[in-house]
T-cell receptor, first 113, second 109 residues
Framework: KAGVTQTPRYLIKTRGQQVTLSCSPI?????VSWYQQTPGQGLQFLFE???????NKGNFPGRFSGRQFSNSRSEMNVSTLELGDSALYLC????????????FGPGTRLLVL | DAKTTQPTSMDCAEGRAANLPCNHS???????VYWYRQIHSQGPQYIIH???NNETNEMASLIITEDRKSSTLILPHATLRDTAVYYC??????????FGAGTRLTVKP
């Protein structure tokens, strides 16, 4: 079974731009969660989508948004990029959203200049 | 969420047991203890979790003290591939979790 895939793997943007990251979950998984990981803040939860609906949301500004498609693929968008948005963005999928059945993708490393 | 405290780094000899401690003195009754690890350049990997009983799976054992204020992750026979950062978190079972700095475990030949 293929794992969670994320594209692109690396991305360089400048301040003020916007970016869209993509995540393809494991086949059959309906829950997709997004996380931001930085050296200073560690890993932080952004949001979770389940069957195309946002089910949980972390404490991030509205510049961070996401969506999920009917095939469970998910995208995350960050508008008006700031230098502090430089991070590893991780996507994780699970059948129903339980932590112990969650598999992470390799992440997208975003650098904002 | 309850805060966790872990040592910054630990070393372990290959083939020996690695015992990684975690303090979570403010854990509440319905919070589980979860352990993850992250190998360089990869996403985190779930290892094990528990509420109050000791747990064991094919990867590791989890020992939780009776007062639930601390726990220990045990890798019974560490290999070089176990070199990673190990994270202990306490969480009710949903996805809103947050990792701290974790323990950087280095397994040496």
């Amino acid at each position: 079974k293929a794992g969670v895939t994320q594209t692109p793997r690396y991305l360089i943007k400048t301040r003020g731009q916007q970016v869209t990251l993509s995540c393809s979950p494991i086949s059959g998984h309906r829950s997709v969660s997004w996380y931001q990981q930085t050296p200073g803040q560690g890993l932080q939860f952004l949001f979770e989508y389940f069957s195309e609906t946002q089910r949980n949301k972390g404490n991030f500004p509205g510049r961070f948004s996401g969506r999920q498609f009917s095939n469970s693929r998910s995208e995350m968008n960050v508008s008006t990029l700031e230098l502090g948005d430089s991070a590893l963005y991780l996507c994780a999928s699970s059948p129903e959203g339980r932590l112990e059945t969650q598999y992470f993708g390799p992440g997208t490393r975003l650098l904002v200049l | 969420d309850a805060k966790t405290t872990q040592p910054t780094s630990m070393d372990c000899a290959e083939g020996r047991a690695a015992n990684l401690p975690c303090n979570h003195s403010t854990i509440s009754g319905n919070e589980y203890v979860y352990w993850y690890r992250q190998i360089h350049s990869q996403g985190p990997q779930y290892i094990i979790h528990g509420l109050k009983n000791n747990e064991t799976n094919e990867m590791a054992s989890l020992i939780i003290t009776e007062d639930r204020k601390s726990s220990t992750l045990i890798l019974p026979h560490a290999t070089l591939r176990d070199t990673a950062v190990y994270y202990c978190i306490v969480r009710v079972t949903n996805n809103d979790m947050r990792f701290g700095a974790g323990t950087r475990l280095t397994v040496k030949p």
